[in-house]
């Protein structure tokens, strides 16, 4: 069957279907109203699951944001971001995280309403998308906990967002551990995209249980982490194919590439990591030069050792799975 390509990088429930609406306000502006989100939750394979969405409090932010521009790191951070971390990361846990550039507050309140009520109106088919994503990678790879997924919307006010959301089908994911996966949405989303990432991202939490690595990591690990990820997500999902981890264009291409990660491998400073994985054409480095080389590795790792599980090569340090994966022979 003919792979479809995604152009790159985040049941039926009747019950929790809740439409928005929309009314003017006495200054002829537009208000979205919509009913109260329920998270959902599901059992499988005796572990719980919880898909919750922070689109009510996004709506809250909207609210005062509007009338107070000025102050909207403020009303962002008590209305959204202390929500979610207090949720997520424990009374005291996550406070680096909500400070990092990913959790700029949206500037454009109207697009952000917008975005919302459009997400609500598809919001069982997220579920149900996420829901079957999440069932098919347990069946791969069971985890050892059930797993929460936060749904954030699109917000083109984080840095690169813009351009890189596009790219990657409307989807983007990030892990910090084990319990959650964050992910924002745009409403035009491939539901290619965002059940492949599902699986993706789902396999990062599994690899937080499972895997004695360093999860500070140098620049190999963190290469073998994606590469694990991808190799996974696109095992529980054959007939996706995704631009971010595309074969390189030619042998010389990804001997350069193999080059300089050979050469920094050990490093752990987030430049190395971040060139690696945007690219940098004076280093000869393609965009997703990390997602790459990593699927690649694994790829020729599975090859070489057939019989070695999903399971357990998710538990397998970086410097084994190179070295049983005998990838360096190739340039030889």
Not at 49 to 62: H, K, Q, S, V
Not at 82 to 91: M, N, Y
Not at 249 to 277: A, C, G, H, P, R
Not at 303 to 311: E, T
Request: hydrophobic share 35%; with cysteine; charged share 30%.
């Amino acid at each position: 069957m003919k792979k479809k390509w995604l152009v790159l990088m985040w049941l039926w429930l009747p019950s929790l279907l809740l439409l928005g609406c929309t009314n003017e306000n006495s200054n002829g502006k537009t208000e979205v109203k919509t009913s109260p989100d329920v998270p959902v939750t599901f059992e499988y394979k005796q572990q719980e699951y919880e898909i919750r969405n922070f689109y009510d409090e996004l709506l809250e932010y909207a609210e005062k944001a509007d009338s107070q521009s000025d102050q909207l790191n403020e009303i962002y951070r008590e209305h959204v971001l202390e929500p979610f971390r207090i949720h997520a990361f424990g009374e005291m846990g996550g406070y680096s995280a909500i400070s990092s550039w990913h959790f700029a507050p949206p500037e454009d309140i109207k697009e952000l309403e917008e975005d919302i009520k459009a997400l609500k109106k598809r919001k069982n088919k997220i579920n149900t998308l996420i829901i079957e994503a999440l069932k098919e990678s347990a069946d791969k790879l069971p985890p050892d906990e059930g797993k929460t997924i936060y749904l954030f919307p699109a917000n083109y006010s984080v840095p690169g967002l813009s351009y890189s959301l596009p790219l990657m089908g409307g989807v983007t994911g990030r892990v910090w551990n084990e319990d959650f996966v964050f992910f924002r949405l745009d409403p035009s989303f491939e539901k290619e995209s965002l059940q492949y990432m599902i699986a993706h991202e789902y396999h990062h939490t599994v690899n937080f249980e499972k895997s004695k690595e360093n999860h500070s990591e140098t620049l190999l690990e963190a290469v073998m982490i994606e590469g694990k990820a991808e190799l996974f997500a696109e095992t529980v999902y054959p007939d996706v194919e995704v631009s971010w981890s595309k074969p390189f264009i030619s042998q010389q291409s990804e001997q350069k590439v193999w080059n300089y990660l050979k050469e920094n491998q050990n490093l752990t400073n987030v430049e190395i990591k971040s060139e690696f994985t945007n690219g940098n054409p004076r280093k000869n480095l393609p965009q997703w030069s990390l997602y790459r080389i990593g699927k690649r590795i694994m790829e020729i790792f599975v090859d070489n050792n057939p019989d070695i599980s999903i399971q357990d090569w998710t538990k397998l340090p970086a410097r084994e799975i190179l070295s049983k994966s005998k990838y360096e022979e190739k340039f030889k």
